[in-house]
Nanobody, 116 residues
Framework: QVQLVESGGGLVQVGGSLRLSCAAS????????MGWFRQAPGKEREFVAS????????YYADSLKGRFTISRDSAKNTVYLQMNSLKPEDTAVYYC?????????WGQGTQVTVSS
């Protein structure tokens, strides 16, 4: 079973930056695609970005390209989400996700609040 622990959330002003971390543990991590999702109050959870452990291929929600960057450190089993030029609409709980075939794991989430 894969375990995911997010960190790095907090309160930031408009235009600021944050870097979220997701520490992963468990067997065969290299098989998984790692992703970030977010859920704002009253809204459905939405895809933010994903990356493969093996080749580092990255994918982004179209609306976030250019501001958010996903990366991974395989030696540390950690995935990062660098968020720049933050806007109030980026306020949400951010969740780390690991997916491989029928296996799907979630972290507990970390709150990001962007204040104006």
């Amino acid at each position: 079973q894969v375990q995911l622990v997010e960190s790095g959330g907090g309160l930031v002003q408009v235009g600021g930056s944050l870097r979220l971390s997701c520490a992963a543990s468990g067997p065969t991590l290299s098989l998984y695609s790692m992703g970030w999702f977010r859920q704002a109050p009253g809204k459905e959870r939405e895809f933010v970005a994903s990356i493969t452990w093996s080749g580092g291929s990255t994918y982004y929600a179209d609306s976030l390209k250019g501001r958010f960057t996903i990366s991974r450190d395989s030696a540390k089993n950690t995935v990062y989400l660098q968020m720049n030029s933050l806007k109030p609409e980026d306020t949400a709980v951010y969740y780390c996700n690991a997916e491989f075939l029928k296996y799907n794991y979630w972290g507990q989430g970390t709150q990001v609040t962007v204040s104006s």
